[in-house]
């Protein structure tokens, strides 16, 4: 799925900005990590890509549609074509790993199918192949809530990879794992979107998995983009601008030093 924004903002309920005027193009398929200080705007521009909620300025564009001009109904056919990954996912906590990850395709599912999904699951195997490339296919039938934070985390992944949606948005999807278990699975959601020829674009805090792992950086600040470009052309100086007055707190990285980055 392709998007545009064109001099897009929000302006949250209390007045605070959290964009100002970005511009954006995104091409179906690519791969891009959004990096960026703490109250950058990362979550909101995911939620804003994610029609969470609509802009105060500027124009949106999702595909071949404009989002927001649509019918309720229609907005949320859209939705469903959209996989959120949170970095606390939302799964309350006596389900059964198994129905979280089914719950991915609710919203392209008939009322019948879901209830029927929600008293006995009703693909066990496509669940069991989404866990499988996370490493969890043995947390199936467990509830959420025996489950460690990195786990529920990956079980949120495994629920867009069954999804299968079209446009992947992660915000800071491995914070609660470490730095091995963050490596294989930002490579495992990757490849998935690779092969799906979803686009995907990841809110990272961790600089150097971002930088290793995706072709394209937003690096993001105060609400602006202050810059666009592949991650080998980002340089240690505008490293340094983006996160000034700002340590690099990074749980899955051992190179917290953004002028002595590792690429892989």
């Not at 392209?108 to 496509?126: A, E, F, K």
């Not at 490493?135 to 467990?142: H, N, V």
């Not at 509830?143 to 992944?157: A, E, H, K, P, W």
């Not at 998935?192 to 150097?208: C, I, K, P, R």
Request: with cysteine; glycine share 8%.
């Amino acid at each position: 799925m392709q998007l545009q924004l064109s001099g897009v903002g929000f302006t949250h309920a209390d007045g605070h900005v959290a964009l100002r005027e970005l511009h954006l193009q995104v091409a179906q398929g690519e791969q891009i990590a959004i990096i960026g200080p703490s109250g950058a705007g990362k979550t909101s521009l995911l939620r804003l890509l994610g029609c969470q909620i609509k802009p105060s300025l500027g124009q949106f564009q999702l595909g071949t549609q404009q989002p927001w001009q649509h019918s309720p109904r229609a907005l949320r056919a859209l939705r469903s074509r959209i996989g959120l990954i949170h970095q606390q996912p939302p799964l309350p906590p006596k389900q059964r790993v198994i129905t979280a990850v089914l719950a991915g395709r609710l919203g392209q599912w008939s009322l019948l199918h879901s209830l029927r999904n929600l008293l006995s699951p009703q693909d066990r195997q496509g669940a069991e192949t989404a866990l499988a490339r996370l490493d969890l296919a043995d947390k199936l039938f467990q509830r959420c809530d025996q489950l460690s934070g990195g786990q529920l985390q990956r079980v949120g992944i495994a629920r867009v990879l069954y999804q299968q949606a079209e446009l992947m948005l992660a915000d800071e999807p491995v914070s609660a794992m470490d730095p091995h278990l963050a490596q294989h699975t930002l490579r495992s959601l990757c490849a998935a979107a690779a092969e799906q020829g979803s686009t995907l674009l990841a809110s990272l805090h961790t600089v150097d998995l971002a930088l290793a792992l995706f072709p394209r950086i937003i690096g993001l600040r105060d609400g602006r983009i202050q810059f666009d470009l592949p991650a080998q052309a980002v340089s240690p100086e505008q490293l340094s601008a983006l996160y000034a007055n700002e340590r690099l707190a990074s749980p899955a990285s051992t190179a917290l030093n953004p002028l002595r980055i590792a690429r892989c």
